[in-house]
């Protein structure tokens, strides 16, 4: 039996969207990625994507919701094709890719608020992202130390080997993204994963990027990028990897939050 629920969503699906709105907001300080099913498809297979959130690697699925999703495509040799995805699908969609060579498969959900009840409580969670100097300039412009309100929004990017062919990851044009600047599927096991950091297209250095594998999620390798945006990352297993950051600013609107941040994350399967 399936019940339905009046906004259309089955039981499943409103479980997951009661996972996502009252446990996983980045207070918690939980990563967002795409998790598709099968990260080298054949020509013309269609790949579920499934959205998670969660920590080291391991998270919940929740449903597709198009009032948060402003961009959800990929983007290949030939260009950008929407995906087409049902409200409250989980996966979130099963597209099919039709050309060789690597597809990037790009998600930009929509800003959302979050409210930390106390500074100490919003330090500890900036620290976690390796943004302390964000907790510092809060004391230092003496902004209120309880109700923090924060913006957030979440971009998200996953690499698809199709078929024989392969290719190099690319910016796309996400407001904050991460960029391995490397054949995944034609590293080897000891080389190291070349990230750049961009934000609206340019370098931002000092963002604390960490890398996930599957096989071992409790040790992330993790470095900050230099001026360029660059950072290297060595020690990273094979398998299915994680890599995710987050960058922190002023909120352009006080009267809406304190503090807007960006997460980013760029998953694959390196050989």
Request: hydrophobic letters at 30%.
């Given at each position: 039996m399936r019940f339905i629920f009046?906004?259309?969503?089955?039981?499943t699906a409103a479980l997951a969207v009661l996972f996502l709105t009252s446990a996983v907001l980045p207070s918690t300080a939980h990563e967002f990625?795409?998790?598709?099913v099968n990260y080298t498809p054949k020509v013309g297979a269609s790949v579920p994507i499934v959205?998670?959130?969660?920590?080291?690697?391991?998270?919940?699925s929740y449903p597709f919701e198009r009032k948060m999703s402003q961009r959800f495509a990929i983007v290949d040799g030939r260009g950008e094709r929407a995906i087409k995805a049902?409200?409250?699908d989980d996966p979130a969609a099963e597209p099919k890719v039709p050309n060789a060579g690597l597809s990037i498969v790009v998600y930009q959900r929509a800003a959302d608020v979050v409210v930390h009840e106390t500074l100490e409580r919003f330090t500890e969670i900036v620290g976690i992202e390796g943004l302390e100097h964000i907790a510092t300039q809060h004391r230092d412009l003496n902004l209120p130390a309880t109700g923090i309100k924060e913006t957030y929004a979440r971009y998200a990017k996953a690499l698809l080997k199709v078929g024989n062919a392969s290719g190099t990851d690319r910016a796309v044009g996400l407001p904050f993204e991460l960029i391995l600047e490397a054949d995944p599927y034609a590293l080897s096991a000891s080389a190291v994963l070349p990230i750049r950091a961009l934000l609206?297209?340019?370098p931002v250095a000092n963002v604390l990027i960490k890398a996930f594998n599957r096989a071992d999620p409790n040790m992330p390798r993790q470095a900050r990028t230099d001026d360029d945006g660059r950072v290297q990352l060595t020690g990273v297993p094979a398998g299915e990897v994680l890599v995710s950051g987050v960058t922190m600013m002023r909120a352009a609107d006080p009267t809406i939050a304190l503090w807007t941040s960006l997460w980013a994350s760029l998953t694959f399967k390196r050989p």
């Open positions: 009046g906004n259309g969503l089955s039981l990625w795409l998790d598709p959205q998670r959130t969660g920590i080291n690697f391991a998270g919940d049902v409200e409250g609206d297209g340019k």
